[in-house]
């Protein structure tokens, strides 16, 4: 059975770092797209950053660019994100994805992932 389990949330003031991570159980990396989303209240989900388990190619939306760096663990397949600069529009539910033999653009903008995580709360305090 397909498992991801997010964590490594919490409360950061501005300007600050956390890094959350995806850890995935019941098969191993081999050519995935996982992605992490957000959503904040109120707010649809959007898509934040991806990495490709195969070439680790990543990708990132815009309002996160130079900010966020996605990575991937493939001996704990685990998927990190760190970010970096947190700002108050950040504090949203973090979800991880994931897409079994696909292409992470085709994951980040349709959001129809293979399995989710449940989420790990990050806030941004002004």
């Known amino acids: 059975e397909v498992q991801l389990q997010a964590s490594g949330g919490g409360l950061v003031q501005a300007g600050g770092s956390l890094r959350i991570s995806c850890a995935a159980s019941?098969?191993?990396?081999?050519?995935?797209?996982v992605a992490w989303f957000r959503q904040a209240p109120g707010k649809e989900r959007e898509g934040v950053s991806c990495i490709s388990t195969s070439d680790g190619n990543t990708y990132y939306s815009d309002f996160v660019k130079g900010r966020f760096t996605i990575s991937s663990d493939n001996d704990r397949n685990t998927v990190y994100l760190q970010m970096d600069s947190l700002q108050p529009e950040d504090t949203a539910v973090y979800y991880c994805a994931i897409k079994f033999r696909s292409a992470c653009p085709l994951l980040l903008h349709h959001q129809r992932g293979d399995d989710w995580g449940l989420g790990t709360q990050v806030t941004v305090s002004s």
């Open positions: 019941g098969f191993t990396f081999a050519d995935e797209a």
